[in-house]
């Protein structure tokens, strides 16, 4: 029975991660029959195209402390135009490389990279390791905990990038790796030597 209520809260647990990532890939910052700009302003958080009585087509530009600017078509194509224009060689390499185009963006970049991704790179080598020094195939419990820590890192990054493929496909592996650490945490001990684990009942009681 207890280990049906764990398989349970577990599913739960699942379904509510999952909702929550694909929720959090909207964020709310535009009206519903804005168009969203894939090439938004440097140092921007996103820019969209929105139409009203009054102004008719102008461009709104969400900065990263929330506030929000609007811009004619020319004042954003300037805007535009000399943000790419005086961009680096470095800058212009690492947006063709990992799309990004703000300091903000090649730090969560390096995370992902160096944190997110070396994790689940390490515990590859680290269960090869153990398998090599126990001369059979063999998995740590470190190699669930990398899983699970670089699984969290690239779930937050996915967020920031606002893939819904690499959420999902990060937030389904929690169940296991979580699993897999409640089976190693919560066995119980083996019997010592010469216990019999399950004696038959003696005669006559």
Not at 54 to 71: F, Q
Request: glycine letters at 8%; aromatic letters at 10%.
């Amino acid at each position: 029975m207890k280990r049906r209520w764990i398989i349970a809260a577990e599913l739960a647990l699942l379904l509510v991660l999952g909702f929550w990532a694909v929720a959090a890939l909207f964020d709310g910052q535009q009206p519903a029959d804005a168009v969203e700009l894939k090439a938004p302003l440097p140092d921007a958080r996103s820019s969209y195209l929105a139409q009203d009585a009054k102004t008719g087509l102008h461009y709104v530009v969400v900065h990263r402390d929330g506030s929000r600017e609007s811009l004619d078509p020319q004042q954003y194509a300037q805007r535009l135009y000399d943000g790419q224009r005086g961009q680096t060689r470095w800058e212009k390499l690492l947006e063709k490389l990992c799309n990004v185009t703000s300091t903000r963006g090649i730090i969560w970049v390096a995370i992902a990279l160096l944190i997110g991704q070396g994790l689940f790179t390490g515990r590859m080598v680290v269960q090869w390791l153990a398998s090599e020094k126990h001369k059979k195939s063999v998995v740590p419990p470190v190699f669930w905990w990398m899983s699970l820590a670089g699984s969290t890192v690239l779930v937050l990054y996915f967020l920031w990038r606002k893939d819904v493929v690499g959420v999902l496909g990060q937030v389904f592996g929690w169940s296991i790796y979580i699993r897999n650490l409640l089976l190693i945490y919560g066995r119980q001990p083996a019997p010592a030597a010469g216990v019999d684990p399950a004696p038959e009942p003696e005669l006559g009681k």
